[in-house]
């Protein structure tokens, strides 16, 4: 970097803040490293690797613990250093990063799900040929995902949003060799590619309104009441102000990232990466980017509010997120995949942090969204376990009574699923969900969200226990018999579960810390937070939930389940809907038929377009460039060569005869050299002649 | 006939018996001879006329001819090299024999 930085004039940053940019920079560079070493030096990739991002998490937890500090002292802070990238006429594109409650707490949840993600695949990967690859890719990611984390500016978060994609693209297609793999990699990234050029036009419109894509520039930035206030007196139709439309815009690049109705599509197919894979971008990080870019920019969702109101914007990204929310968990219910079980569950919790960040502000979804980060993280390792120790069967009908195999996996196992459902009282999802159902409830829009966002949390308990049900419980169904992974796989798993319980207490109505931490405003333990109007019974009814859909699952999937040849207890129910949620409402044959079916037939039409009517004229253009070259031809033939073949024969001629002179022998020269010397004498005698 | 006159004379019968002697010899050794004959014929003519030149005084022709005879030898020198030379790759010092470089 150049000396072009220019601070913030308010205040100096401080050292931690202006540091900040290592902590995507670090792993970056391990990975540029690594993409250097030869595929045999394994065990230098992962130290490299791991080693790097142990040194972001050391940084990050020195900005989480002085963001605290600065709390404590009273003062929220909101550090940023900012400096010019490009400079084009009167014109500044800014780059910068930030240092605030909201990135803290996001820097620590990635670095530290991150690592204990890189500590389980140096176990999960350890016999595949490609390690150095896999974590030069991974470290990449991580590098790339702590870049968006930190940006300050529209444009630097695009640009390490895009590296994001770039990984992911490439670790989901990390098995190229089979066709599915390389086919989903594929899909992922033209799927997302569709919500970025939404995104990309939200940037330019907005950098075209307010000159500058910095977030926060001390009162001068893209999202702070001076931008705002310009961007609110514009209205771009359809009852949206610039500010709106702008925001679902980036909503739309976000949708995609985060598998939102209706670019979900890719997030499913991205199980054919490695599980380690899954957890850490398709569960724990890269699909919360989304949440957390939305969270970023909430202030340009939120501009225009009345009082306690909502705005379009919000309220679009509530349903979207509602809806997804459902919509997921209804199809999970008919998966058999251990992974697609999960990875609906994933974008159905991603609908329910949309719908948190639409009804409840910045702190209930961002809430769901770190402990979602760490029970997800947690489950699709324990999935990964579970692979690993059954020989690489995926499919839950050929599993069965594993409790007994792997005791550790099936513990840690169950931590999570129960946090997933958000079981009562001892686990960190039962509060964050709790705080979204509570801003569903008191919505003032609707009060559909709440109730589809009940009955989602009843699909997900009902299919949580279905899974646990078929895996864990009964009796072998496979052929080789499973055991337990080794401690390097199995020990993050009994980290991670012990934050999936431990992380609701930093956000129960009694003491919500995590609220008052990204507001910054103080808080105080206090027991008449549960005294809330409704709170309790709202509570009681999502108790009352969890437990039926425990209950039912537990009755349909407990100790009974069917063998693999046997169709599904519900399947023989009700099959005509249980065909509907198994082949996922068509939607992807749906894509097949419209979007897909459309640029086949465009690229047809292109091609003949090409082959006809562009290559016919290619092709008289060319015909008239023969003709006038045979022209040529005949020119030379006939003219140019005759004379210029004269020309050498002359040539050839005059030296032969002068050839004849050079006879190679000295005794010849020197008579001619006599010869002329006498005729010169003449010559001079006669001149002198007087 | 002035003392000038005969020397020039005897000089230039000496150069037309080294050019005969060059010209039809088919040794190479003997043409080299010839040659030789013909050089100290121009020295003759130097020596001449310095010594009965306008300034007899000054030795240049003396000089001039001290330089030549170096010359001369040096180019014996080489000449008779080459013959040596010639004499190991062809076997022969004839003269009418070397026509390589006909063209």
Known sequence: ?????????????????????????????ASGVIALLKQPRRKTAATLSIGSLSVSLLLALAAFIHVVGEWAHGDTIRETVNFTWLQFGATNVDLGWVLDPLSAIMLVMVTFVGLLIFIYSTGYMAHD??????????????GAMLGVVISNSLLLLFMCWELVGLTSYLLIGFWYQKPSAAAAAKKAFLTTRVGDVFFL??????FAQTGTLLFYNGGAGSIETGALTTLLTQHAGLGLTAAGAIGLLIFAGAAGKSGQLPLHVWLPDAMEGPTPVSALIHAATMVAAGVYLIARVYPLMQAGALAGGTTTALTIVTWVGASTAVFAALIAVAQNDIKRILAYSTVSQLGYMMAGLGMGGVAVGMFHL?????????LFMGAGSVIHGCHEEQDVRRMGGLRADMPLTFLTYAIGMLALCGFPLFFSGFWSKDGILEAAQHWSVAKAPFYMLVFGALLTTFYMTRQVGYVFFGYWRGKKPAHESPAVMTVPLAILAFFAMALGLIGTPAWPWFKAFLSGSSITFDLHG??????LALMAISAVVVFLGLGIGWFLYGGNAPKPEEPDVLKKALPLPWRWLRDKFYIDELYGATVIAFYGWWARVADWLDRKVWGGLVSAVALGFRGLAHFNRFLDTNWVDGSFDKGCEELSTGGGLLARIQTGRVQ????????????????LIWSTRP | MTPLAGYLLVAAL??????????TRRNAILVLIGIELMLNSANLNFIAFWRYGPHPEALTGMMFAVFSIAVAAAEAAVGLGLVISIHRRAKTIDLDLMNRMKG
Do not use: D
């Not at chain 1, 913030?8 to 995507?24: C, D, E, G, N, R």
């Not at chain 1, 040929?129 to 991580?142: D, H, V, Y």
């Not at chain 1, 036009?201 to 907005?206: A, D, E, F, R, T």
């Open chain 1, 1 to 29: 970097m150049q000396e072009t930085i220019s601070f913030t004039p308010l205040a100096a940053p401080s050292a931690i803040a202006q540091l900040l940019w290592l902590i995507p920079a670090v792993p970056i560079v």
């Open chain 1, 129 to 142: 040929e490609n390690f150095t690859r896999f974590f030069c890719f991974l470290s990449l990611f991580a």
């Open chain 1, 201 to 206: 036009l939200g940037i330019v419109w907005l």
């Open chain 1, 370 to 378: 770190i402990t979602h980060a760490f029970f997800k993280a947690l």
């Open chain 1, 530 to 535: 549960f005294a809330e109007p409704g709170l």
């Open chain 1, 668 to 683: 010849t020269y020197l008579r001619l050299l006599s010869l002329a010397f006498v005729v010169l004498v003449a010559i």
């Open chain 2, 14 to 23: 000496l150069f037309a018996i080294g050019l005969a002697g060059a010209l």
